[in-house]
């Protein structure tokens, strides 16, 4: 059962446009959502996070935008730019039952292409 | 500061034998995480060390395990090696503290033929 989902494998925009990833969750015990980029053969880069507390972090040119109530969240990058092209992990965690230990549950991934 | 770093890069070894992957964690983190990435199954945790504990286990057989050392540096172990356990496999390193944010190194390109 996947508890996070990332149900566009792929998503293509033109350069300057905004790109909007979505993400999804079923477990409403995750309190704190990060997204990484990742090229391939390569570690995820973190990118930006928010908590569950919050229902928009901004920098830069990344905004992620969090809705409780519907156990969504969104990474908005404007503008587009060649550079972004990467898959982009949205992932959350949740304090273990020790109250102190923490695990990240990634998303499938969604493939951005920026087109110049 | 640097960040976080894995050795060896690359690995090839045959069904049967065990590995041991390494991870230096950015300085003063104390928590070091580890992932396994596949095609079929994506990112999965494997395991979490704190302070020299494992703290958080994942889904994975006792074939998988770990250790760490007093520097925070950790080890990872994969004894009988399976064609299946052909992956990318990753460390992440932190504070440990809730609402932290987990940095990733390289990962290890494990091959088993």
């Known amino acids: 059962d996947q508890q996070v989902k990332q149900n566009s494998p792929s998503l293509s925009v033109q350069e300057g446009r905004i790109s909007i990833l979505n993400c999804d969750y079923t477990?409403?015990?995750?309190?704190?959502f990060l997204w990484y980029k990742k090229y391939p053969a390569e570690g995820p880069t973190f990118l930006i996070s928010?908590?569950?507390?919050?229902d928009k972090n901004e920098d830069g040119r990344f905004t992620v935008f969090l809705n409780k109530s519907a156990k969504h969240l969104s990474l908005h990058i404007v503008p587009s730019q060649p550079g972004d092209s990467a898959v982009y992990f949205c992932?959350?965690?949740?304090?273990?039952?020790?109250?102190?230990?923490?695990?990240?549950?990634f998303g499938s991934g969604t493939q951005l292409t920026v087109l110049p | 500061k640097a960040g976080v770093t894995q050795t060896p890069r690359y690995l090839i070894k045959t069904r049967g034998q065990q590995v041991t992957l390494s991870c230096s964690p950015i300085s003063g983190h104390r928590s070091v995480s580890w992932y396994q990435q596949t095609p079929g199954q994506g990112l999965q945790f494997l395991f979490e060390?704190?302070?020299?504990?494992?703290?958080n286990k994942g889904n994975f057989p006792g074939r998988f395990s770990g250790r760490q050392f007093s520097n925070s540096r950790s080890e990872m172990n994969v004894s009988t090696l399976e064609l299946g356990d052909s992956a990318l496999y990753l460390c992440?390193?932190?504070?440990?503290?809730?609402?932290?944010?987990?940095?990733f190194g390289p990962g290890t390109r494990l091959t088993v033929l």
């Open positions: 992932a959350a965690s949740a304090r273990t039952s020790s109250g102190s230990a923490r695990q990240l549950t």
């Open positions: 060390y704190f302070s020299e504990t494992q703290r």
């Open positions: 928010i908590s569950s507390i919050k």
């Open positions: 477990n409403s015990m995750f309190d704190y």
């Open positions: 992440a390193s932190s504070h440990g503290l809730a609402g932290d944010t987990q940095y």
